[in-house]
């Protein structure tokens, strides 16, 4: 599992800063956490665009544009609804990044799958990435991880826009 180096965030805010790009987030089990580590750096008004917290299934449709079909194939805690909603906010809030967290948080399975089931997704340019996390710990300490790993792979994904 890749985390987030020291400074992530601000790593991330500096390199869109640079490019005057922007970035919008769309979270589930994280509640804002990551709209949060974001907003925590100075000067990330000048990037960040907004978040949307869509904790239930539907708001992820009607807030997001994610097909209702496809959260019924696949549920809300997948690989598709991660990489729908990170394009999804990237759309609906101007964004050149999107980022998503959806998953378990816990302490109760949920949709079938076990607390630290999480799926996190990053799209930029012409490319959306998703990652799986299988994390272990209190409801806390899942959610913190998943904003750690969120970070990560926005981080590598602006990146790689860059080259």
């Known amino acids: 599992m890749t985390q987030a180096p020291p400074g992530a965030a601000a790593e991330l805010i500096a390199l869109l800063t640079g490019r005057q ?3 919008a987030v769309a979270e589930s089990l994280t509640g804002g956490l990551l709209a949060a580590a974001l907003t925590d750096i100075p000067g990330a008004s000048a990037v960040f665009r907004g ?3 869509a904790y239930a299934t539907e708001l992820k449709a009607v807030l997001l544009g994610v097909d209702p079909g496809l959260l019924d194939a696949h549920g809300a805690v997948s690989a598709e609804a991660a990489a729908a909603m990170a394009e999804g906010v ?3 809030l101007g964004a050149a990044v999107g980022a998503a967290t959806t998953g378990v948080a816990g ?6 799958k076990p607390a630290g089931t999480v799926y996190i997704a990053a799209s930029a340019g012409d490319q959306t990435r998703v990652r799986r996390l299988d994390l272990a710990g209190s409801r806390a300490a899942i959610r913190a991880a998943t904003v750690r790993e ?3 792979l926005v981080l590598v994904i602006a990146r790689e826009e860059t080259r």
Request: aromatic share 0%; glycine share 16%.
């Open 90 to 92: 990237r759309g609906r």
């Open 150 to 152: 969120a970070l990560a």
């Open 107 to 112: 302490p109760d399975p949920a949709e079938g």
């Open 21 to 23: 790009e922007s970035i």
């Open 51 to 53: 978040g949307v917290v």
